[in-house]
């Protein structure tokens, strides 16, 4: 029953019965007030309970519908199947049987997928990228399995620090997962670097001598346990093998000079750590045992070594004549004596880079830098940073004219020495034409002379503009007027540092990096020039 039809009913049912009802039963009066004949509803009455239940009478087609349906959905199949007869439908045409989506990753084509991971294996290396896109579907997997893509890798136990044990162990889970990867993935490695191995160096380079043919560089950084019979082993096998980093591991000179003679004549490139050791390797150079070698860097350990090397000049330039990169860092170095009727030797003709930088002050005078570079024309690149005792004279003499690069700052050590004061503008006029970056911080020109030497790149010859964009002056005494002419006259000037310069204004002491930057400085130093004069 309809709820407003249940509240007529109560409103008739409070009443007493009529007059002309008396005749009649009270209790037919009071059925008849509930349930009104023809409203469709049977009431069924029991000792203890009413109950109102809807009759055969008219009922809306809505609620026909649903009924209709209900039934029809109570009813077993075989009766629903004449009436789904009685009402033909027209059956769907068949689908073609379709197998599983292979995916968007197997219509790449294959040439095009190794394009795309070679491009990202270039910039951050094989792993861990190419483990994870093995997993990805077939497709990507046979393209990660490609030898060509795993051309440089480095391997890093990945418990490196741990207790000696932990460590052990990470290094043979690693080694185990080798064994079956090197032969099917490292065919055409060519760069290959250990990290932290401990105890299975040994192990780890006979697989890459019997899987790796093509290597050419080998790096071993803190590496422990390298024996003579291991790095011969790998000179024998990998025949394309040209450089080798040493540096920061533990290995004998014995193996380092054992090496060399057997892969000497083809080694080009060679780093090593300064140490009690290093004398013979440095020997085994000096016997003409690399005369290809074109990069020889030796630097310093953690553990400083405060016993001074003794660099034979002449001896290292008859043995290695194409020597292009020489890097001495923070080393502790002076040349071997010439003696009184010595003849100077060939020189290094094909030298680009000199690197003596250092972190206190060494050694090295105009007298052996000009042993060192006498025969250098083609030098580009001079870092002389912590060479306190070389002077603008003598850098002048030197044969190299396309200087680009000159490094001469001083770092925390110009307060306790004394520094020339003139001499600046030499090295500018001579190479303002080709320098690219000038260092000269705390360095002790005066201002004027400071002011003559930057000069020079506001009349560079031929009337191009200077190539200068880098400029590092801090901690000296340039002056406003100096440092707004450098500005304008170098339009591709990218770095000025001007940390601790005396003589200028408070708020523009500091680093400027980009043009924008270049050029606010330029602006504010304008705004302070009539107040400074």
């Known amino acids: 029953m309809a709820p407003g039809a249940a509240r007529r009913a109560r409103r008739r049912v409070r009443g007493a019965p009529p007059a002309g009802a008396r005749a009649r039963?009270?209790?037919?009066?009071?059925?008849?007030?509930?349930?009104?004949?023809?409203?469709?509803?049977?009431?069924?009455?029991?000792?203890?309970m009413l109950l109102l239940l809807p009759g055969p009478g008219p009922a809306r087609p809505r609620a026909q519908r649903r009924a209709a349906r209900r039934a029809q959905r109570l009813l077993p199949a075989a009766a629903r199947a004449p009436a789904a007869k009685a009402r033909p439908r027209a059956a769907p045409a068949p689908e073609p049987p379709r197998g599983?989506?292979?995916?968007?990753?197997?219509?790449?084509?294959?040439?095009?997928?190794?394009?795309?991971?070679?491009?990202?294996?270039?910039?951050?290396?094989?792993?861990?990228?190419?483990?994870?896109a093995a997993r990805v579907c077939r497709r990507w997997h046979e393209a990660a399995s490609q030898p060509a893509l795993w051309h440089t890798v480095t391997l890093s136990p990945p418990l490196a620090g741990r207790p000696a044990k932990s460590g052990a162990k990470a290094e043979k889970k690693?080694?185990?997962?080798?064994?079956?990867?090197?032969?099917?993935?490292?065919?055409?490695?060519?760069?290959?670097?250990?990290?932290?191995?401990k105890s299975q160096v040994h192990p780890v380079l006979k697989l890459v001598s019997e899987c790796c043919p093509r290597l050419t560089f080998l790096k071993l950084s803190d590496c422990h346990g390298v024996t003579p019979d291991t790095l011969v082993m790998?000179?024998?096998?990998?025949?394309?093998?040209?450089?080798?980093?040493?540096?920061?591991?533990?290995?004998?000179?014995?193996?380092?000079?054992?090496?060399?003679?057997?892969?000497?004549?083809?080694?080009?490139?060679?780093?090593?750590?300064?140490?009690?050791?290093?004398?013979?390797?440095?020997?085994?150079?000096?016997?003409s045992c690399c005369p290809r070698l074109q990069v020889l860097e030796v630097s310093t350990g953690i553990s400083r070594n405060s016993t001074p090397l003794q660099l034979p000049v002449e001896a290292l330039q008859k043995g290695c004549p194409q020597l292009q990169v020489l890097r001495l860092l923070n080393l502790m170095w002076l040349p071997k004596p010439a003696g009184r009727?010595?003849?100077?030797?060939?020189?290094?003709?094909?030298?680009?880079?000199?690197?003596?930088?250092?972190?206190?002050?060494?050694?090295?005078?105009?007298?052996?830098?000009?042993?060192?570079?006498?025969?250098?024309?083609?030098?580009?690149?001079?870092?002389?940073?912590?060479c306190a005792r070389i002077t603008p004279a003598g850098l002048c003499d030197l044969p190299c004219q396309e200087l680009q690069q000159l490094h001469l700052g001083l770092y925390g050590m110009s307060d306790r020495l004394t520094l020339a004061k003139e001499g600046s503008h030499l090295l500018t006029h001579k190479w303002c034409h080709s320098l690219r970056e000038l260092d000269l911080s705390g360095q002790g020109f005066s201002e004027k002379d400071l002011?003559?030497?930057?000069?020079?790149?506001?009349?560079?010859?031929?009337?191009?503009?200077?190539?200068?964009?880098?400029?590092?002056?801090?901690?000296?005494?340039?002056?406003?007027?100096?440092?707004?002419?450098?500005?304008?006259?170098?339009p591709g000037l990218l770095y000025l540092n001007l940390e601790s310069c005396r003589c200028l204004p408070r708020g523009l002491k500091r680093a400027y990096r980009g043009q924008e930057e270049v050029q606010w400085c330029l602006e504010q130093l304008l705004t302070s020039l009539p107040s400074s004069g």
């Open 25 to 48: 039963s009270a209790e037919d009066w009071w059925w008849d007030r509930l349930v009104p004949r023809g409203s469709g509803y049977h009431l069924l009455q029991s000792d203890s």
């Open 100 to 132: 599983p989506d292979p995916g968007w990753g197997d219509r790449i084509p294959l040439e095009i997928l190794l394009q795309i991971f070679g491009l990202l294996v270039a910039a951050e290396g094989p792993m861990p990228f190419l483990g994870r």
């Open 174 to 197: 690693l080694l185990a997962s080798l064994e079956w990867l090197m032969p099917s993935r490292f065919s055409q490695l060519q760069r290959l670097t250990l990290i932290h191995w």
């Open 234 to 287: 790998l000179a024998k096998a990998c025949s394309q093998l040209h450089s080798l980093d040493i540096q920061h591991s533990m290995v004998e000179s014995t193996a380092v000079v054992n090496f060399l003679e057997e892969a000497g004549p083809r080694m080009r490139k060679l780093w090593l750590t300064y140490s009690s050791q290093t004398t013979a390797i440095l020997g085994a150079l000096l016997g």
């Open 341 to 386: 009727v010595a003849a100077p030797g060939p020189g290094f003709p094909s030298l680009e880079e000199l690197c003596l930088a250092g972190s206190t002050c060494n050694f090295v005078s105009d007298e052996a830098l000009g042993r060192l570079l006498h025969g250098s024309p083609s030098l580009r690149l001079l870092d002389l940073r912590g």
């Open 451 to 490: 002011e003559q030497a930057l000069a020079a790149f506001s009349a560079t010859p031929g009337g191009s503009p200077p190539a200068l964009c880098s400029v590092n002056l801090r901690g000296t005494r340039v002056t406003p007027s100096t440092v707004s002419s450098v500005i304008s006259s170098c």
